[in-house]
């Protein structure tokens, strides 16, 4: 039974309405990237937090360097359980509908994020403590990895054919913006409270928000309905009962490519965002304002410009304007720690920045170029496990690499030499693909 039909005027349109009279281009961008936002904004308290705190609160009784990889490990069980997100998510998308699923995930993430706010410390529940922790980590991983496909899919699906590569990365400006909001406000709450205020009860707070977020996420949603894709799938009676199964026994060569594409662009988001802060920190010994705000002025610039490369895409193609951004990160990942061990605040917030602008250009084409990989009967599955299969051998595990790798070697060296293989995996993938950029779904 399909969910198409529920809460708004817009839902109940057919096919042809809904082609005809799509949602005028703000309330498609804002409601495609809600749900990323807040996602990401969830991710980003985490992630900053097991950089800065949770080595001491959930993990106390190891070495700081040894504690925040404990903490970076949690980080990637949220990657490990994308998949099932993918799975579950990606069949109920394709075969109730894009708008279901993208309502129920934004609900799971905000209230699991809110209760990783209300968890005791290590001190005070011993195991339970941390072992909870990675549970509602992982709840969080399924919820994202049913997330994003259909937040893609809504605006693309929505909007022009001529202008798939903008409207798909309005999905992409979510996690800049979830990446800002979350940043800014431990920012706030640093500087509004001592360091010991901070650790014990400060660092909940954000957490606790995400509830404000969810709410506001739900209103705008209200007003985009179902796709007309989907709704022409519905009306044809084309609409598969086994999406996975096809995915996987029909489509295995845009499934390798749409993942190999993914993983050099989520390394380098690792190193730039989530490692820097545990590097400026605890291995230059410098403020930890300072590696926020360089982090804030990154995603900022990487918010105005991932909009920016999808138009471009659109014009030029998916294939060109992706390699020339891993390209460039390749030689980046080398000037990146030049800048940071510097030690200069200037040349810190440059590398920062940078890095995320040379990660924009491969992330503003990259949901158009995974969703095209697939037909409309299995995109919402064939796109979910691309980028959640993907985002455990890039992201998840990323952070958790790094960090050993500096601890092994004493050098970045090695960490450098990691973010160009990834990127040499995302390069065979866009070059091995057909151009899709202006071919019809």
Not at 128 to 152: D, K, M, N, Y
Not at 198 to 203: D, H, I, V
Not at 374 to 402: C, D, E, K, M, N
Request: aromatic share 10%; net charge positive; charged share 10%.
């Amino acid at each position: 039974m399909s969910t198409s039909t529920t809460e708004t005027p817009t839902a109940n349109l057919s096919a042809d309405d809904t082609a005809a009279h799509p949602p005028n281009t703000g309330k498609l961008a804002a409601a495609s990237s809600i749900g990323t936002a807040l996602e990401w904004y969830d991710f980003t308290v985490y992630n900053i937090m097991a950089a800065l705190i949770f080595n001491h609160v959930f993990f106390p009784s190891f070495d700081p360097l040894v504690g925040t990889i404990l903490a970076f490990s949690t980080y990637a069980v949220g990657y490990v359980s994308r998949p099932i997100g993918g799975i579950v998510f990606g069949h109920l998308g394709d075969v109730l509908g894009r708008r279901f699923v993208l309502v129920t995930t934004l609900v799971i993430m905000g209230v699991t994020t809110a209760l990783m706010g209300l968890l005791p410390g290590y001190a005070s529940w011993g195991i339970w403590s941390p072992l909870l922790l990675v549970t509602l980590r992982f709840i969080q991983g399924i919820a994202l990895g049913g997330e994003w496909a259909g937040a893609v899919l809504l605006s693309m699906e929505h909007g022009k054919p001529h202008q798939r590569g903008r409207n798909a990365s309005f999905a992409q400006v979510g996690p800049s913006c979830g990446t800002l909001i979350g940043t800014g406000l431990i920012t706030l709450v640093t500087v509004a409270m001592s360091a010991e205020d901070f650790q014990q009860w400060g660092w909940r707070i954000p957490f606790l928000l995400s509830l404000v977020l969810v709410v506001f996420g739900l209103w705008l949603r209200r007003g985009v309905g179902e796709t007309p894709a989907f709704l022409k799938l519905e009306a044809s009676k084309d609409v598969t009962h086994s999406p996975i199964r096809e995915v996987f026994t029909q489509h295995r060569r845009p499934l390798l490519i749409a993942g190999g594409s993914r993983i050099g662009s989520d390394v380098l988001y690792a190193l730039v965002v989530v490692f820097t802060l545990t590097y400026v920190t605890t291995v230059l010994n410098l403020p930890r304002p300072l590696a926020l705000a360089a982090t804030m002025l990154g995603a900022i610039g990487n918010a105005i410009t991932v909009p920016m490369f999808g138009a471009l895409s659109d014009r030029f193609g998916r294939r060109p304007v992706y390699i020339g951004g891993a390209l460039a990160a390749m030689v980046w990942a080398f000037v990146f720690f030049m800048l940071l061990d510097s030690s200069q605040p200037v040349l810190i917030c440059l590398a920062v920045v940078v890095g995320l602008l040379i990660h924009a250009a491969m992330y503003g084409p990259q949901a158009a170029f995974i969703t095209e990989q697939f037909p409309t009967r299995v995109r919402y599955a064939g796109s979910s496990l691309a980028y959640t299969l993907a985002g455990i051998i890039g992201g998840g595990f990323a952070p958790l690499i790094i960090a050993s790798l500096f601890k092994s070697y004493d050098s970045t060296l090695a960490i450098s030499v990691y973010v160009v293989v990834a990127l040499l995996i995302t390069l065979w993938a866009v070059i091995a693909a057909k151009e899709t950029a202006h071919k019809p779904l």
